[in-house]
C-alpha cells in the first residue's frame, strides 16, 4: 500500500514542501529512505523502528521504502520523524488516510514514541498556512510557537498515541495552556554612565535614527558600558519585527519560551569570530551573528582586534540590510537589517597621547590599518570618549534610559509618519531618491553641507549619511525642516579623524 504525508524542510529563513511517500510491499524486510536526506535523516530509520514498537504500535516485516520528495532538494534535521511514522502506520493501515489529508506533521520522534522539539516550527507553520493546508501537527511544546501564525490549525502531542488519537477523531485538537513566562531581567541603564554627556547625546541620536556608531577612547573609560546600554533606549519590537526575530531565532534553535521574542537582540561576538559566523555561511548556509541581530544591535568591542576578512564582510550587510550565501549554486539570502555599535581604542596599547603610552608609529599605523576607510565611511557616527572628569565619577546618577527612551520614541513617531507607505523604519533606511524627496533642508544647511564636501572630508556616501542623521538630530528636536545647526552637529560627530582624537596636537 501506498501512503502520503505532508511535512516541511528548512531552506534558509524558509520552509519547503516535503511529500513523504510510504510503500510497502512484499519481499524481505527493508527500510529504505531515499531523497536526499542528511545524517539525522538517515539515522531515523532507526528511531522510527525503534518508536513504533515501544508506543504498541505494529512494525511491519514487509520491504519498506520511504521517498522525500522532491528528490532534488536536500532535507537537512530530524523533523521528518514524525512525518515517516505516520506514513508507515497509514500504509499498513492502523490509521486512516483521509484524515491525514488536512494535516501537516512535523516532529522528531524519541524511542519511547515520544516527541520531541524541534527547531524552525514557526517557519514551517508559515510554509503551511502558505501551502493552504488545514492545520499542523507538533511536538507540545512547540504548538503555541506554530500558533503564532494566524489562520492555521494547530495541534500538539506529546506522543504517537496521541498523533493516532487526533487522526482517529478520537481526540480534539487542543493548544497547551500559555508556558509561564520568565521573568525579565532589567537592562542595564544609562544612568550608570557617567561623565560623557556627548557620548550619551550620540547614542540617542543614533537610537532614534537606527544609525551606526564608532566609540573610539582609552581602555576604561566607559566605551563598553555605554554601548551595552544603547539597547535599553531602542523602541520595543512591532508585531512583524518581533515575528521576523523569532524566526531567526527559532531556526537558529535559540528561541526559548513559546511566545513572541520581545526583547530587541543584543549581540557581542567574540573579536574572533570568522566571517561566516559573522554574516552567515557553512555548507549549509545558516544565519550568522549580523542576521541574530536582525531589528537589534551587533556590537563589536575592540574592533581593531576582529579579523580583516570578518570586517570586510559587514560591507554588503550594513549597506544592504540584507546578505547572499552562495553554496554549492544555490542562493540563500538572510536579513541584516541591525544597527551597528563599535568600539576601538586609538592605539595598541590604548594609551595614545599619554606620556605611558609606549607604542611606535609603526604600531599605530597597524592598529589603524585593520579599519578600512570603506567600513569607516558606513559608520555615521564617530566619537571620542576620554577619561571622565573626577566630579563627573562622583555624581549619584547620570541620564536615565527612560528620559533618552522617551526623546526617542518621540523621534521614532515623527519617523514614521514621514515614511509612511515607503516600508521603511528609520532615517538611516532612507534611500538616495527618498532623500531628496523627504528631508528638507533649509540653505544655510545645504550650504554647510556643501562646503564640508568641497573641503574633501566627506565621501558622496558620507554626505548622504550626514543628512540622514542631520534629518534624525531635527526629529529630536521636533523641527520640520533640518537646519544649519542640525547639520553642524551631524558633522561634529563624524570626526573622520577620531581614531587621531587622542594623539596630541
Given amino acids: 500500500m501506498l501512503a502520503h504525508v505532508t511535512t516541511f524542510t528548512l531552506d534558509g529563513l524558509s520552509s519547503r514542501r516535503i511529500a513523504v511517500e510510504v510503500d510497502l510491499r512484499r519481499g524481505l524486510p527493508a527500510f529504505t529512505i531515499v531523497g536526499r536526506g542528511d545524517a539525522a535523516v538517515r539515522e531515523s530509520r532507526e528511531r522510527v523502528q525503534t518508536a513504533l514498537i515501544n508506543a504498541g504500535f505494529q512494525f511491519p516485516q514487509r520491504r519498506i521504502t520511504v521517498n522525500l520528495a522532491p528528490a532534488h532538494l536536500r532535507k537537512v534535521g530530524p523533523g521528518f520523524d514524525l512525518a515517516t511514522a505516520c506514513g508507515v502506520l497509514v500504509?499498513?493501515?492502523?490509521?486512516?488516510?483521509?484524515?491525514?489529508?488536512?494535516?501537516?506533521?512535523?516532529?522528531?520522534?524519541?524511542?519511547?514514541?515520544?516527541?520531541?522539539?524541534?527547531?524552525?516550527?514557526?517557519?514551517?507553520?508559515?510554509?503551511?498556512?502558505?501551502?493552504?493546508i488545514a492545520g499542523l501537527i507538533v511536538p507540545r511544546e512547540c504548538a503555541r510557537e506554530a500558533a503564532l501564525v494566524d489562520g492555521?490549525?494547530?495541534?500538539?502531542?506529546?506522543?504517537?498515541?496521541?498523533?493516532?488519537?487526533?487522526?482517529?477523531?478520537?481526540?480534539?485538537?487542543?493548544?497547551?495552556?500559555?508556558?509561564?513566562?520568565?521573568?525579565?531581567?532589567?537592562?542595564?541603564?544609562?544612568?550608570?554612565?557617567?561623565?560623557?554627556?556627548?557620548?550619551?547625546?550620540?547614542?540617542?541620536?543614533?537610537?532614534?535614527?537606527?544609525?551606526n556608531i564608532l566609540l573610539s577612547g582609552p581602555p576604561g573609560t566607559g566605551k563598553t558600558m555605554l554601548a551595552r546600554r544603547a539597547i535599553s533606549v531602542l523602541p520595543p519590537l512591532t508585531r512583524e519585527e518581533a515575528i521576523a526575530v523569532t524566526r531567526i531565532h527559532s531556526i537558529t534553535g535559540r528561541h526559548v519560551g513559546d511566545g513572541l521574542v520581545e526583547q530587541r537582540p543584543f549581540r557581542a561576538p567574540h573579536h574572533t569570530i570568522s566571517a561566516s559566523g559573522l554574516v552567515g555561511g557553512g555548507a549549509l548556509p545558516a544565519p550568522g551573528e549580523a542576521s541574530l541581530a536582525h531589528h537589534g544591535i551587533l556590537f563589536l568591542d575592540e574592533l581593531s582586534e576582529f579579523s580583516r576578512p570578518a570586517l570586510e564582510s559587514l560591507r554588503q550587510p550594513l549597506e544592504d540590510g540584507v546578505v547572499a550565501i552562495v553554496r554549492r549554486q544555490r542562493t540563500v539570502t538572510f536579513p541584516t537589517r541591525f544597527q551597528l555599535v563599535a568600539s576601538t581604542n586609538p592605539c595598541p596599547c590604548g594609551h595614545a597621547g599619554e606620556d605611558r603610552c609606549r607604542c611606535t608609529d609603526a604600531d599605530v599605523a597597524r592598529h589603524r590599518r585593520k579599519l578600512s576607510g570603506p567600513l569607516l565611511d558606513r559608520m555615521d557616527l564617530l566619537v571620542h570618549m576620554p577619561r571622565p572628569q573626577a566630579d563627573a565619577l562622583e555624581q549619584d546618577r547620570g541620564t536615565p534610559s527612560s528620559e533618552v527612551l522617551a526623546a526617542v520614541l518621540d523621534a521614532r513617531e515623527r519617523q514614521a509618519h514621514r515614511l509612511a507607505g515607503t516600508g521603511l523604519r528609520t532615517n538611516a533606511e532612507l534611500t538616495p531618491q527618498l532623500l531628496l524627496e523627504l528631508v528638507r533642508a533649509d540653505r544655510g544647511a545645504q550650504g554647510v553641507l556643501r562646503d564640508a564636501y568641497a573641503q574633501g572630508t566627506l565621501s558622496a556616501r558620507g554626505h548622504g549619511r550626514i543628512l540622514r542623521v542631520a534629518r534624525t538630530i531635527a526629529d529630536l528636536d521636533d523641527s520640520a525642516r533640518v537646519r544649519e545647526d542640525h547639520v553642524g552637529v551631524a558633522l561634529s560627530l563624524r570626526q573622520d579623524n577620531v581614531l587621531d582624537a587622542a594623539l596630541p596636537a
Fill in 91 to 132: 500504509a499498513s493501515e492502523q490509521l486512516p488516510a483521509r484524515e491525514l489529508e488536512r494535516w501537516a506533521v512535523f516532529g522528531e520522534l524519541g524511542l519511547g514514541g515520544e516527541l520531541r522539539h524541534c527547531r524552525g516550527v514557526l517557519t514551517v507553520a508559515e510554509g503551511a498556512r502558505s501551502a493552504r
Fill in 152 to 211: 492555521l490549525a494547530v495541534a500538539g502531542a506529546r506522543n504517537l498515541h496521541e498523533v493516532a488519537a487526533l487522526l482517529r477523531g478520537e481526540q480534539p485538537a487542543e493548544l497547551p495552556p500559555p508556558a509561564v513566562a520568565p521573568r525579565r531581567v532589567s537592562e542595564p541603564d544609562l544612568a550608570d554612565v557617567r561623565g560623557h554627556a556627548e557620548a550619551i547625546r550620540a547614542i540617542t541620536i543614533a537610537a532614534a535614527g537606527g544609525h
